[in-house]
């Protein structure tokens, strides 16, 4: 096919996401390598936000490609009560770089289903219903996993499932709750404590947090406030998740964003980076407390495709990947040579009104003024960061925006001189944040 059949057959029979399908306009995609994407009429792209935060090792990694073609050789799919050599594999190899108390593996088709079986766990394990989470987040479009979610998507599906409680996040998104991390911390949970003693701390199985918020602006927490929470939470036997579906698997600059505050989480939800987004898998970690719990109880949760084997292969051979080429650590190193970058852009464009990296989880944030005012409101992205996003593309850079921030989060592999490519790029495509700029 050409690429006008592709993207109109797509266009006229297939269902695209968040989006009204009358103003979609796709490009076609023909192969990847790397960081680089190629359409189908050959131009190339930097993949400057890894799709979805996912492809974290880089496209068609040839590891990758091998074992899911060895596995598919082998065996390609039993139904998930048997057992197979890589869920043997991806088990024990999970179990070495979660926390120590972490051995136990629930295998999801993603994310959002990672979140949904840990909303049941939490539920079982404790006997209380209230789950509590942040409004600054994204948790997954699967139903209770939509109602976890704060951000402005979960709207269209309510009302949802009763017991989930939103609260306010450490980094709210117009107050702050004082200048200060300490302050910013000891407020927050304070007022965190204060609406646990409104809903009955006897009543609440588990709070959700994305350890480094994600699509909803790139944040990291203040200093102290994952301490500070788990604290909290252990007062009250509350269960900590950690969603690290976007910000694991080495995206911070650690194998896991929570390692950044010295906890230990309960759960750990996983997908994307889990396979470098190769094939769907997301998977949940369970403590040893809870993974006991089950020795004796059912575990009321199940999928066809469980513990599927090409996608276990993938996410073995992609983990492995990242240790053997040290991409955390190449994550770690670069986040200094990105914000270097998002430095010089602040000192020229006038229309940047902060910037902020951990690892390669970055993002450019966007004034309207010299008095920092958000350059777009609240789920109104401003015209000209959509045309920034658009022009980007047309110069052979992809990458995506949510509201007044424009994301940086290209894959683990990336180099220097490819950074340098990347941020020239945007470099050029600024003009249109400058000019909305009122002074």
């Known amino acids: 096919m050409n ?5 109109e057959l797509c266009k006229r029979h297939t269902i695209f996401s968040w989006s009204a399908q009358g103003g979609v306009a ?4 023909e192969r990847a390598a790397g960081i680089y994407l190629w359409d189908t009429d050959g131009k190339r792209y930097v993949d400057f936000n890894s799709q979805l935060m996912c492809n974290n090792i880089g496209h068609n990694h040839p590891k990758v490609a091998a074992a899911i ?5 082998k065996l390609m799919f039993v139904y998930p009560g048997f057992a197979t050599e890589p869920r043997a594999r991806l088990g024990k190899l999970l179990a070495e770089i979660t926390p120590p108390h972490i051995n136990k593996f629930f295998f999801t088709n993603g994310g959002a ?3 949904e079986g840990a909303i049941k766990v939490a539920r079982l394990f404790t006997g209380r219903q209230k789950i509590l989470s942040r409004y600054r987040s994204y948790h997954g479009a699967t139903h209770a996993a939509m109602q976890l979610t704060g951000d402005p998507r979960r709207w269209a599906t309510e009302p949802g499932a009763p017991g989930f409680i939103r609260v306010m996040d450490p980094i709210p998104y117009r107050y702050s709750f004082g200048a200060t991390d300490a302050e910013k911390t000891r407020n927050n949970l304070e007022y965190l404590s204060e609406v646990i003693d409104y809903e009955g701390p006897h009543n609440i199985a588990a709070m959700f947090i994305e350890p480094v918020i994600g699509t909803n602006g790139i944040l990291p927490p203040p200093e102290g406030y994952l301490q500070g929470l788990r604290a909290l939470l252990d007062k ?3 269960l900590l998740v950690c969603d690290e579906v976007m910000a694991g698997f080495g995206r911070t600059g650690k194998m896991f964003a929570h390692e950044h505050g010295g906890i230990a989480p309960d759960m750990i939800s996983m997908a994307k980076g889990l396979t470098s987004a190769a094939l769907p898998l997301g998977a949940l970690g369970l403590s040893d407390k809870i993974a006991e719990h089950f020795d004796k109880n059912v575990f009321w949760s199940g999928l066809t495709y469980s513990a599927h084997p090409m996608g276990l292969a993938a996410a073995v051979a992609a983990i492995e990947v990242l240790r053997d080429e040290k991409l955390v650590e190449n994550a770690a190193k670069m986040e200094g040579v990105m914000r270097r970058h998002m430095e010089a852009l602040k000192a020229k464009h006038p229309s940047i009104g902060s910037y902020r990296a951990t690892g390669l989880f970055g993002a450019l944030e966007f004034q309207k003024n010299a008095q920092g005012e958000r350059l777009g409101g609240y789920n109104q992205p401003h015209p000209a960061i959509l045309k920034t996003v658009k022009e ?8 995506s925006n949510h509201w007044n921030t424009l994301f940086c989060n290209p894959p683990l592999s990336i180099t220097e001189e490819q950074l340098a490519e990347s941020f020239a790029i945007i470099d050029d495509c600024l003009h249109n944040t400058d000019e909305a700029f009122e002074g």
């Open 3 to 7: 690429t006008q059949e592709i993207v």
């Open 26 to 29: 796709p490009l076609a995609i």
């Open 69 to 73: 073609k060895a596995q598919a050789d």
């Open 113 to 115: 289903e990672a979140n």
């Open 236 to 238: 009250h036997g509350i």
């Open 392 to 399: 980007c593309l047309s110069k052979g850079l992809f990458t």
